[in-house]
Every structure is written in structure tokens, then in C-alpha cells.
């Protein structure tokens, strides 16, 4: 590690610029540094890294859709849908009202 005046430093507090050497790209801001032994342990904390932020980004991406509902009721996942029906004021939600109440559908114990 390297103070912004090229000396080697040991230990950098908040907002002191250093250069490390070693990094392949600039690290988030808040990102924790992790001190390990050797080369083939920090290559394994960084792919064990990516992982997790491929999977977070995965998850956060998944949209709903009618087919996803209609797989995961199937599958046992979902047993309630919550429906938010958008009309006009000439009637058409009373139809839709009427049609849901009519409609059959299975009744919980």
C-alpha cells in the first residue's frame, strides 16, 4: 500500500488516498477488505464474492408475470393471489365484482 506521495504505509485512516497494488479494478464505496495469507486465498474471497453479487442481481431481476404465477400455484408455492383491477366509472367494475364472486374457486379449511 502506497500513500498518495508514493512512501509505502502501513495503515491508512478515513479519507487518506493510498494506492494497492494488487487490485484489478476500484472497489465499491464501503466495501470491507478482508487480509488473507496468500494469492489463492484471495482469489477464492473474490470469486466467492462475485457469486453472491451475480445471485443478488439474479433475484432482484426476476419480474412477475402471469405465467410465474400460474407455475408457482401449481407448484404449491402461492395459495393467494391479490389482484389490483383498474376500471373506468362506467360500470365495468361491478361486472368484474360480480364476475369474481361468481366465479368458482376453491375455499380454504
Known amino acids: 500500500m502506497l500513500g498518495d506521495k508514493g512512501q509505502s504505509i502501513v495503515e491508512a485512516g478515513p479519507a487518506t488516498p493510498v494506492e494497492l497494488l494488487g ?17 489463492k486465498s ?11 453479487r451475480k445471485r443478488k442481481e439474479a ?3 426476476t419480474r412477475v408475470s402471469l405465467e410465474n404465477i400460474l407455475d408457482r400455484i401449481k407448484e404449491g408455492a402461492v ?4 389482484i ?15 364476475l369474481f364472486a361468481t366465479s368458482p374457486r376453491p375455499r380454504s379449511a
Do not use: I, M
Open 42 to 52: 484471495a482469489k477464492a474471497l473474490v470469486e466467492h464474492r462475485r457469486e453472491q
Open 79 to 82: 395459495k393467494e393471489v391479490r
Open 59 to 61: 433475484s432482484a431481476n
Open 84 to 98: 389490483v383491477l383498474k376500471a373506468d366509472v362506467q360500470g365495468s367494475w361491478r361486472l368484474s365484482r360480480t
Open 23 to 39: 487490485l484489478e479494478g476500484v472497489p465499491d464505496a464501503g466495501e470491507l477488505f478482508n487480509v488473507v495469507t496468500d494469492e
